[in-house]
C-alpha cells in the first residue's frame, strides 16, 4: 500500500507506505489492519490503523466500521455507488473508489472543513505468494 498525503491549507506532502492485512471475522466480515511508515515534515515513524468490513445490503458493496463498531462508509467499485460521504465534525471526509484489476484498487479521500482540507490517495496492490 503507499498513499499520497497532502494538505492543501499550507502545501505539505506525506507519504505512508506498508501493508493491508485482511484477516477473516465470525461474523462473516474481514478485520482490515494497514501497518507501514508515515513520513511528514514534523513525523517519520511507524503508524497503523483498524477497520472492519461487512457486507453491505447491496450485493456490491461492503460496509466499513470503525473497531467499535461505529459505522464509517460503504465501499464499492461500481460507478453509482463508488463514492461516499463521511462527517467527522466539524470536517466532511469524501471517497471516491476505483477498481484497477483483479489485484488493484485506489481510493481517494477529500477532506475539507475548518479544521482541515486534506487529499489522501491511496494505491492497494496484491503482493504475489
Known sequence: MERDLLDRADGTHGTFSGVVLYT???DGGLALREEGTMRWPAFTGPASR?????????PDALDVFFPDGR????MSFTPDASLDTHWCDPDTYRVSYTHQGPDAFSYSWDV????KDLLLVSHLERIPE
Not at 71 to 74: E, K, S, V
Not at 112 to 115: C, I, L, M, S, T
Request: hydrophobic residues 25%; proline residues 20%; without cysteine.
Open 71 to 74: 459505522p464509517f462508509h460503504r
Open 50 to 58: 483498524e477497520y472492519v468490513l461487512k457486507p453491505a445490503a447491496r
Open 112 to 115: 475539507k472543513g475548518p479544521r
Open 24 to 26: 477473516p471475522t465470525d
